[in-house]
Nanobody, 123 residues
């Protein structure tokens, strides 16, 4: 069984930065792809970024490309999302997810999910 715990969310002004972390339990982390998704009030959950097990492959949503960076530390079973140039439209609950196969943009292929961390960007 895998457990994912996100941290690092909070309130930040537009243009600011936050770094989200997602700590994973279990032995599958280092061989699994990881993703970040977000869900704003009244909206569907959407893809943000994904990374392969060896960090060789990364994907980003067009809305965050150039501002957000996904990375991972397999020795610490942790995946990160560095968010720069935050905008009010980035306000959402951010979820990390684990995918036992290749990195993907679709939430349907992810096997495990964290509880989420709130990110609020004020204008």
């Amino acid at each position: 069984q895998v457990q994912l715990v996100e941290s690092g969310g909070g309130l930040v002004q537009a243009g600011g930065s936050l770094r989200l972390s997602c700590a994973a339990s279990g032995r599958t982390f280092s061989s699994s792809s990881m993703g970040w998704f977000r869900q704003a009030p009244g909206k569907e959950r959407e893809f943000v970024a994904a990374i392969s097990w060896n960090s060789f492959i990364t994907y980003y949503a067009d809305s965050v490309k150039g501002r957000f960076t996904i990375s991972r530390d397999n020795a610490k079973n942790t995946v990160f999302l560095l968010m720069n140039g935050l905008k009010p439209e980035d306000t959402a609950v951010y979820y990390c997810a684990l995918n036992l196969q290749m990195p993907a943009r679709s939430s349907r292929v992810y096997d495990y999910w964290g509880q989420g961390t709130q990110v609020t960007v004020s204008s």
